[in-house]
């Protein structure tokens, strides 16, 4: 059975069967189809299309076809062009010729447009979960140090001190965002195409804003032509999508580098790490490696549909096919991805002494030139003197903070025994309290924010 053919005096090639049956990947929207005609056979009930006991037989053989997939037993067969022709086929299989009546007024355009949209919004509600659990991994990571000390870098430079938990904090506000983006996303796809027909919109007076409520859909489209090949929302899911594999290389990047023996700060899990065939010693990061490879597809899953979507002429072109592998693929890889890397933060070990050993003296030197500030002297002055005592300690070949305050007076009379102070990791940390900062009472502060975003907008 085809849903289409009665003008046609030849079957289909089986070679362009091949180029354009989808069954074999959106047979995965199988659920939200018939979700959709169980919804839609009530509105034609609804509109006197067909009686209240027709769209009954349908819907109970609708959900028959439904238990069959969901049991596996669903039986493809050659035809089944799609998941529409395929549920429509078996369908009037089971109810006889009723089942016929199911798609008076619709069209597939208006139908894989639901589809799709239905299944998005199920998507994006599992990732969003996801993420979630690995912001929770990462509250966990950081809380027992928000005192420890490690090396920031700008550039990849050793720039000033900061506390662990201050880096590890930093990526929970990235995929803070990227949550705010997956649900402002659902609001531009929680808009219902179906009863716009192929493309004119539907001759039957068929109540659509009771098939949003059904549905669940928020609005309902409001031109026939554009709810047929909108797909915005799928580029929007993309970008989103992107975006957190976007961040969660730049963490898989950090780890990676920071498991290296050369840095040492961290330790993956034996189970979250993998050997060498080959050399014994080593305990590679591929977890991270794929991480930070998996974003490249991402991306290229974004890319993709965007190129599909920007020649085409108004309305539905059959392009518009190309835009479920790369949402199936991009949700498959996050899915796949983003519990690995919430468990590598959940058996993460830092190790303090090695981030404490790392920290290096000339880390200091813009609290040298803070002090300087706070006996009066401008700070663009201050930041010289400061560069002098950087250059003095390395021609004497001592560290910054063995300059003596006599060696310090000569750069600047305003140096006294109170500069002392200033050489200690810790202090230079516990100064930086304004709110988001590296400072313990911040660092505090900020998780608890954290904690509070979890509660009211995770
Ligand atoms: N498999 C098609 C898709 O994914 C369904 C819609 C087909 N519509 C059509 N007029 N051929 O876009």
Known sequence: MSLWGGAFNEPSDADLRALQDSIGFDKRMYAVDIEGSVAYAAALSLAGVITDEEA???????????????????????GDEDIHTAVERRLT??????????HTGRSRNDQVATDLRL?????????????????????????????????????????????????????????ARDRARLSDTQSRTEVLPLGSGALAGSPFAINREFLAGQLGFEFVSENSLDA????????????????????????????????????GYITLNDRYSTGSSLMPQKRNPDPMELARGKAGRLIGNLTGLLTTLKGLPTSYNKDLQE??????DAVDTLTLILPVITAVLRTLKLNPDRMRAALDESMLATDLADYLVSKGIPFREAHHISGRAVRLASEKGVTLTRLSVDDLHSLSDR????????????????????????????????????????????
């Open 228 to 263: 047929v090949s909108d797909r915005d929302y799928v580029a929007e899911a993309l970008f989103a999508f992107s975006l957190i594999g976007v961040h969660l290389s730049r963490l898989a990047e950090d780890l990676i580098l920071y498991s290296n023996p050369a840095f």
């Open 93 to 102: 299989e089971l109810v006889g010729a009723v089942g016929g009546k199911l």
């Open 323 to 328: 835009d479920k592998e790369p949402l199936f």
């Open 56 to 78: 009954a037989q349908i819907i109970n053989g609708l959900e028959a076809v439904k238990a069959e997939f969901d049991e596996g037993r669903f039986q493809l067969q050659v």
């Open 119 to 175: 299944w998005t919004i199920d998507a994006l509600h599992q990732i969003d979960s996801l993420v979630g659990a690995l912001q929770e991994a990462l509250i966990a990571a950081s809380e027992p140090h928000v005192e420890t000390l490690m090396p920031g870098y700008t550039h990849l430079q050793p720039a000033q001190p900061i506390t662990a938990a201050h880096w590890l904090m930093s990526f929970f506000w990235m995929f």
């Open 415 to 458: 140096f006294g025994h109170d500069v002392e102070a200033v050489f200690d990791f810790a202090a230079s940390v516990a100064r930086r309290r304004a709110q988001g900062g590296t400072a313990p009472d911040a660092v505090r502060e900020q998780i608890a924010r954290a904690r509070d975003w979890l509660a009211n907008e995770g």
